[in-house]
């Protein structure tokens, strides 16, 4: 037997039991590594073995709307985003996605999501992607669930739609108007989304609060595949975090970021800002 073979069924049923210990019964959205996962049985090519894990996926969770992140960075460069043509870049599953489901991408630049088994994401561009009008936003507004498959939690996109809503200081809104491809269109989008100061060092971030989520009962582990997986309910992720920003805003990021961070509040004042930082 291949030693990075999965078993199909078992790993449908330990994400089943899974996400039935997590309080949340909304749509998912999963960070994976595939090479962490092991090849799902049958498999013998990337093909097989992405489709296998989007089956797994879909099968455990029936009737949920399953969001695989297919962000690409690109348009603060080109301003153009394509759906069909513009390349994944966050991991095998990403790049399988925007390849091969391209017509399940929504049509918001960089931060963009295939959505299987749920119509409830439209597709629409959102002009911020960490606003309430976003995936993130509903995600959170859904009572969903984000699953760590392989990845770590340093992989949790959701905690800028958190610091969007706490009104964090440390990032500022930049703008990036640009164009989206729908149906051979070309549609004009005023995109804008949070930002890091260019300052090396400045807004690193150190474990998203895992250590802490588990501690509090709020964060599920389970065996998945060849690794472990973590689930978290969007609403528990938000509202924990929300709280430590409030005592704390720079508790999310390491040490060192904070010091720098830290300078600049005393050198510009807080919040940062576009004009203070890259408008002479």
Known sequence: MNRFATPMGPAIAALTAALTRVPAKGPLLIHTDLMQLGMPDGAT?????????????????????????????????????????TPGQVGTLSVHCAQHHSQRRTLTPIFNFCVFGDDGFPRAPVAQP??????????????????????????????HFVETAADI????????????????????????????????????????????????GLLTDFDIGLTRGMAVSARA?????????????????????????????????RPLTLAMLEVS
């Open 45 to 85: 090519n990337r093909l097989a073995i992405a489709e296998g894990w989007l089956r797994i996926f879909q099968e455990a969770a029936p009737g949920r709307a399953v969001l695989i992140p297919t962000f690409n960075y690109d348009f603060t460069g080109t301003r153009l985003y394509d759906p069909a043509a």
């Open 130 to 159: 960490f606003s309430t009008a976003s995936a993130f936003g509903r995600l959170f507004d859904r009572d969903g669930v984000i699953l760590f498959l392989g990845a770590g939690m340093i992989a949790n996109t959701f905690v």
């Open 169 to 216: 200081g440390y990032r500022y809104l930049k703008p990036f108007p640009g164009h989206v491809v729908d149906g051979g269109r070309h549609l004009p989008v005023d995109f804008a989304f949070p930002v890091r100061p260019r300052t090396p060092g400045a807004v690193a971030y150190g474990d998203l609060g895992e250590a802490e989520l588990r501690a509090a």
């Open 237 to 269: 992720y938000h509202d924990r975090m929300r709280q430590r920003l409030a005592g704390d805003e720079l508790c999310l990021l390491t040490p060192a970021a904070r010091a720098i961070t830290t300078e600049l509040y005393q050198r510009y004042g």
